[in-house]
């Protein structure tokens, strides 16, 4: 909470309500409303695209999710006015019918911005069974982005004698540049932030390795194999009964955690062919 550009207090019932200004005016949102606010922006742009009116969702939502988190996000979507909501994850493996594939078992690794998920899955033609799952909900490329602001806020503190850690616009404005730099380390070997008058008129200006990168955040990559590992261990499966590995979320995309998973197991090939942001919401249309 402490990285949060909003404030969160308890409301009836022990309920947490987000604090947010709005026109000058002091509001308290539940999650579940401010879900629904982004279900709705995303309903519009949808409409927008298809030119036609669109009344189900299908939303996907972390595996290791307790009954009260699923109920909630169907509450999100009937606040935002659906009339029936999916809470559900599907995975396109982009394999065809052709491939005359009778059954595969498969991993698969999904690592977004906020939480991180690993669920084993055993294909039979065209009937999916979820053998296992494992994760974390508080695990994501937040995080990785939480590493590097304290890296910047520290070096900044060293090099000019000031703590900006209390200065929330500073550091909102350092976490978009540090998750611009993130990306940039996913494809080159180092990145630049560059900051005009990030606090009291002073500019930040500083690079930093992908090396460097990793090492801030390797703790987080580990902990990510140890539950694939906790995953396998709950299905009872072995890393040779995994035929395929599936990269789903754009943290993924970050070069050391494929090497990590590559490593764990035993330099198998990852399926990185699939589109990792629309992977866990593929709908297949219906036949003629």
Known sequence: MKHWSFEVVEGAR?????????????KQFCAEEISSMVLIKMKEIAESYLGTTVKNVVVPIPANFNDSQRQATLDAG???????TAAAMAYWLGKN?????EEKNV?????????FDVSLINIDESTFEVMSTAGDMHLGGEDFDNMLVNHFVQEFKKKNKKDISGDA?????????????????????????????LYEGIDFCSTIT????????????????????ECLRNAKWGKSNVHDVVLVGGSTRIPKVQQLLQDFFKGKDLCTTVNRD?????VTPKPD
Do not use: W
């Not at 019918?97 to 594939?101: I, K, P, R």
């Not at 500073?170 to 630049?192: F, H, P």
């Open 210 to 229: 992908r090396e460097r990168f990793q090492d801030l955040n390797m703790d987080l990559f580990r902990k990510c194999m140890e539950l694939v590992a």
């Open 107 to 115: 991993l698969v690794f999904d690592l977004g911005g906020g939480t």
């Open 97 to 101: 019918a052709a491939d005359d594939v």
């Open 14 to 26: 022990d309920k947490p309500m987000i604090v947010v200004n709005y026109k000058g005016e002091e």
């Open 78 to 84: 009937a606040i935002a006015g659906f009339k029936e």
């Open 278 to 282: 629309e992977a866990v919401a593929y």
């Open 169 to 197: 616009r500073a550091l909102r404005r350092l976490r978009t540049a540090c998750e611009r730099a993130k990306r940039t380390l996913s494809k080159t070997t180092q990145a630049t932030i560059q900051i005009d008058y």
